[in-house]
T-cell receptor, first 114, second 109 residues
Framework: DAMVIQNPRYQVTQFGKPVTLSCSQT?????MYWYQQKSSQAPKLLFH???????NEADTPDNFQSRRPNTSFCFLDIRSPGLGDAAMYLC?????????????FGPGTRLTVT | GQNIDQPTEMTATEGAIVQINCTYQ??????LFWYQQHAGEAPTFLSY??LDGLEEKGRFSSFLSRSKGYSYLLLKELQMKDSASYLC??????????WGAGTKLIIKP
């Protein structure tokens, strides 16, 4: 089945220790998104790739970086995690960015910072 | 600023009907999505409205009024598995998806 896969599902890291979350998709979608979601809050878009074109949200901290080496894979790097970065990180894809193109989400990675 | 408003929490009875409202103020409009999110899981797509009116999909229907900046999600014949958060999201003029915080729906037997 075509899908969005995120690894790991649960990640524990220490304060200040770099961590990388991964996302892969078999849908062959052009757009890939990274969201941060905290409990009972709306998903917050960190950045997205439209094909190889990287789009950073204005309020995304520099501590967060992303790489998309090919169509299928996208990585989220948190260079120096703080306690406030503990959250669910959601990867999503869509065929295009226009209207009518729903986003397909992976199961998420729950990040704990100790 | 851009804003999506939904009730924080609603309670309904199994077998009943519930309507979850969403009002929005955004920079432009290119459609409105409803997603379902079970606790600890990723959102899953429910519906998309870009024109005024009602879209029906099985037990779920979604309504849109662009002039009023208003949508609702109607769930019929509620089942216990419908207990989840329901998120409203609007695609603005830059094709940016603006998300509401979600409505937590609690179903009681």
């Amino acid at each position: 089945d075509a899908m969005v896969i995120q690894n790991p599902r649960y990640q524990v890291t220490q304060f200040g220790k770099p961590v990388t979350l991964s996302c892969s998709q078999t849908l062959n979608h052009n757009v890939m998104y990274w969201y941060q979601q905290k409990s009972s809050q709306a998903p917050k878009l960190l950045f997205h790739y439209y094909d190889k074109d990287f789009n950073n949200e204005a309020d995304t901290p520099d501590n967060f970086q992303s790489r998309r080496p090919n169509t299928s894979f996208c990585f989220l790097d948190i260079r120096s995690p703080g306690l406030g970065d503990a959250a669910m990180y959601l990867c999503a894809t869509s065929r295009d960015r226009g209207g009518g193109y729903e986003q397909y989400f992976g199961p998420g990675t729950r990040l704990t910072v100790t | 600023g851009q804003n999506i408003d939904q009730p924080t929490e609603m309670t309904a009875t199994e077998g009943a009907i519930v309507q979850i409202n969403c009002t929005y103020q955004t920079s432009g409009f290119n459609g409105l999505f409803w997603y379902q999110q079970h606790a600890g899981e990723a959102p899953t797509f429910l519906s998309y409205n870009v024109l005024d009116g009602l879209e029906e999909k099985g037990r779920f229907s979604s309504f849109l009024s662009r002039s009023k900046g208003y949508s609702y999600l109607l769930l019929k014949e509620l089942q216990m598995k419908d207990s989840a958060s329901y998120l409203c999201a609007v695609l603005d003029s830059n094709y940016q998806l603006i998300w509401g915080a979600g409505t937590k729906l609690i179903i009681k037997p």
